[in-house]
């Protein structure tokens, strides 16, 4: 092994609630397209996370696992809607278990950033606010239906620590539909459900307080934020770090930071590299919620370099680094970064591993 880079802060362990992450790296949330159609689980999912933890990485998180069927984003996406699914994310479990590295699974609901066509109804949203990314104008959700979709969080949740996950990530970034109750440009309610930034954060404190209260105290629960939504009517970085203030004194275990979604033209996963000064994008939003938290807080945001990484873990700008395209690249990233194999990832950021059919790197051969 290479001296320096077993020694650095990268490779040592931190705290996630009580479960101990062997590294600060995390394979950000990143939808498979390698469900079956029914959202069940297949071979080349198990195969896929199992690797990731071959290569290292200390903390997986899953694509978006869809809590009601009106949540799906996308085909071939995991479910986690009911109990039928559970012995298969078993199976990920504990093919991820084989080795160091801890998993979670992202809770999400698309919101109005679906069609009906691939979530088998009109969209909901917390107010009838035209998606133009979708094309699609969804319907309001009532007062009923945001109590059934804090209880379907929290079923979710019960059902990821049954198939032996690490924890949660409860996705409330990117403009799905958690994050459209905490943007005031998609939730325009005059309820208790909206307003203020106390209301509009409700159904997020609901639903942390309900996983808590229904998975125990050893079972972590973070969040993934947006810190802007890019919009001149949207989420600033000044209300996230209120956001993150509420949600750490709720009990969240820790937060990564994003931001964007797709109406704004301008997502989480921004096309084209970026020289080492550019890198890690949505840190600097970061660091402005570590200082207000007490929590560990992951960065993001086309981080390449491993002296980047570096440097914003040590300078205590974030406390993890999340990642994903250089981890679909290359699975074993970790394990070259600690043996001094390279000291940045080859990935190109051109976005072409998003397939349809199944992520996969287009540039190496397959």
């Known amino acids: ?25 995390v ?51 995991i479910a986690i809607h009911d109990d039928r699914f559970v012995p298969g994310l078993a199976r990920i479990a504990e093919a991820v278990h084989k080795h160091p590295s801890k998993i979670f699974i992202q809770l999400a609901h698309a919101g109005r950033q679906t069609k009906k066509k691939d979530c088998g109804s009109v969209p909901v949203s917390p107010s009838a606010v035209y998606d133009p990314s979708s094309r699609s104008m969804p319907r309001e959700m009532t007062p009923a239906e945001v109590k059934n979709l804090i209880h379907d969080f929290i079923a979710a949740a019960r059902r990821v620590r049954w ?25 325009r309610r005059r309820d208790e459900w909206g307003g203020p930034l106390e209301n509009r954060a409700r159904v997020v404190v609901e639903i942390i307080r309900g996983i808590k209260d229904a998975t125990g105290p050893d079972f972590p629960v973070i969040a993934k934020l947006n810190s802007t939504d890019f919009l001149e009517r949207g989420l600033t970085p000044g209300e996230s770090v209120e956001i993150s203030r509420i949600l750490d004194a709720e009990g969240l275990d820790a937060i990564e930071v994003s931001g964007g979604m797709t109406e ?36 993001l945001g086309g981080i390449r370099t491993l002296a980047v990484a570096e440097k914003f873990v040590s300078e205590s700008w974030v406390d993890m680094i999340s990642m994903s395209r250089p981890f679909i690249r290359d699975p074993h990233l ?33």
Not at 50 to 77: C, D, F, M, N
Not at 273 to 279: H, K
Not at 336 to 360: A, D, L, M, Q, Y
Request: hydrophobic share 35%; proline share 4%.
């Open 163 to 187: 198939a032996g996950f690490d924890g949660v990530q409860v996705h409330a970034a990117h403009g799905y539909l958690l994050s459209s109750f905490l943007s005031p440009h998609t939730n």
């Open 334 to 366: 970790v394990h070259r970064f600690r043996e001094g194999e390279v000291t940045s990832s080859e990935c190109i950021s051109c976005n072409k591993c998003f397939n349809p059919r199944g992520i996969r790197c287009a540039e190496v051969d397959v």
């Open 1 to 25: 092994m290479n001296d320096k880079n077993t020694a650095s802060i990268l490779l040592t362990p931190i705290d996630v609630g009580r479960v101990t992450v062997p590294n600060r790296f």
């Open 264 to 299: 704004a033209g301008k997502g989480s996963v921004w096309q084209g590299l970026r020289s080492e000064d550019q890198e890690g994008y949505f840190v600097e939003n970061a660091a402005a919620i570590k200082k207000a938290v007490h929590i560990p807080v992951s960065g």
């Open 27 to 77: 394979r950000s949330a990143t939808n498979d397209y390698m469900a079956k159609d029914d959202g069940s689980i297949t071979d080349r999912q198990v195969g896929l996370f199992e690797e990731l933890a071959e290569g290292e990485v200390g903390l997986i998180i899953t694509g978006h696992a869809y809590v009601q069927p009106s949540g799906k984003a996308s085909p071939r996406q």
